[in-house]
C-alpha cells in the first residue's frame, strides 16, 4: 500500500482532483437533501462522531473530543457522539447507527484504518461525507483528512535521538500495526536513522510492533528485548504512554535516565519526567488547532463550503484525500515553558511539580 503524498505529475494531480470534487459534489447533494431547503430556518448541521475505544486509553484524545465539540456547537452544529467500546466490530456497528441518524457528516477516528473501509463506503453510498480524524482509513474514498504531519512526528523522535546519542545501540518501539499513522512515524523516523544505521555509527538492536496501542504489550516485548541484549542507549518509542512503560522498565533495571528515551502527545506523565530529565522529548501536537479545524472543515463539508486542503494523501483507493495538516512541535526541557504550558496544554504548575517537590 502506497502511503505516502500523491505524486505530483500535473496531469495525474489534476484528474485526481477532479475525481475528489465529484465525490464532494455528491455527497454535497446528499447533505442538502436531508437538512432541506428552507434557508435560515433550517435544522443545524448534525455531525456522527465515532472514536475507537483504544483512543481513550490515551490522554490527549479526551482534549480532542471536547475541543471539537465545543468549536461544533460555537459554529451552530449538534454532534452525537458514539464510543465504541469492542473494538473494530463494534466501531463497525456503531457507525452503521450514527449512519441511520439522519446525519449531515460522519467523522472517524479509527481503530483499524484497514477494516473500516466497507461501513465508509455505506456512508459514501448515501452521500454522507466522511471526515478521518487523525487517522486514515485506507482502501476506500474518503471526503477529507485532518491529522499532524506523521512523517515529520516520527523525524523530530529521530533527530532528537541522533543528536543526544549519535552512537550507540538502538531499541524501537512502534505503534499499533492496525493504525495508517505508526507506518508513517516509522516512515520519518527511518528516514532520520538510516544514515546513521549505514555508517555503523548507530544498530538498531530490535524493532517492535504492536498489535494494539497497548502499554501491557509493550511492556511484555520490551521486557523480552532487554532480558536478553546487553546494552540500549537510545528508545524510540511511539507515543507517551509506550515511553512510559519503556521508562518504567528501565527503572527496574536503574538505567532511567541513562537511555535517551522519546515520545509523542506530550502526555502530563511524559512532560514532567522530561522536565527531570527521565525523558528526552515529547512530541508536541497543538490539539486545539487540529480540533477546532476539524470542527470546521466538518461544518464545510455539510454545507458545501469544502476549503482548500493543504496536501493530498493515497490512501489506496484511486482518489486523492484532501489532506489538513498541522505541525507538530519537539518538546525538551529548554523549550518546554514556550510551547506546552503557553499554550495552556498543562500549566506550569503541573508540569514541575515533581521537581519542585525535590527541590
Known sequence: MNRLPVSNNPLALRAAILSVVMLLSLA????????????????????GFSAATDTFIIERWNKDIKIFTS????????????????GTQEQINQIRYLLGQNIDVLVV???????????????????????????????????????????????HLGRALTEAVPRGDYLIVNGSIRDNNSYLVNEGLHEILRPHVTSDRIR????????????????????AVLDR??????VS?????LANAVIQLLA????????????????????????????????YKPIQQLASRAAEVAVAMAENRMPSPDSY???????????????????FRHNMDETIVRDGFHSAEDVYRTVRARE
Open 28 to 47: 454535497a447533494c446528499g447533505a442538502a437533501s436531508r437538512r432541506g431547503t428552507g434557508g435560515e430556518n433550517d435544522r443545524p448541521v448534525v455531525i
Open 71 to 86: 468549536t461544533a456547537r460555537e459554529l451552530g452544529a449538534e454532534v452525537i457522539f458514539q464510543l465504541s467500546a469492542g
Open 109 to 155: 477516528i479509527a481503530h483499524d484504518t484497514d477494516l473500516l473501509s466497507g461501513v465508509i463506503k455505506t456512508a459514501n453510498d448515501r452521500r454522507i461525507p466522511v471526515l478521518a480524524y487523525d487517522r486514515l482509513v485506507q482502501g476506500v474514498p474518503v471526503t477529507a483528512y485532518v491529522s499532524f504531519d506523521n512523517v515529520e512526528v516520527g523525524r
Open 204 to 223: 538498531v538492536v530490535d524493532e517492535i510492533w504492536l498489535e494494539e496501542w497497548s502499554t501491557d504489550e509493550a511492556t511484555e516485548k520490551v521486557r
Open 229 to 234: 541484549i546487553d546494552n540500549v542507549d537510545a
Open 237 to 241: 518509542a511511539a507515543n507517551d504512554q
Open 252 to 283: 527496574e533495571r536503574r538505567l532511567a535516565g541513562d537511555v535517551a528515551v522519546v515520545g509523542q502527545d506530550a502526555d502530563l506523565l511524559s512532560a514532567q519526567r522530561v522536565v527531570e530529565g527521565l525523558q528526552l522529548m515529547t512530541v
Open 313 to 331: 494523501m493515497d490512501n489506496g483507493s484511486g482518489t486523492p484525500v484532501p489532506f489538513f495538516m498541522e505541525r507538530p512541535i519537539a518538546v
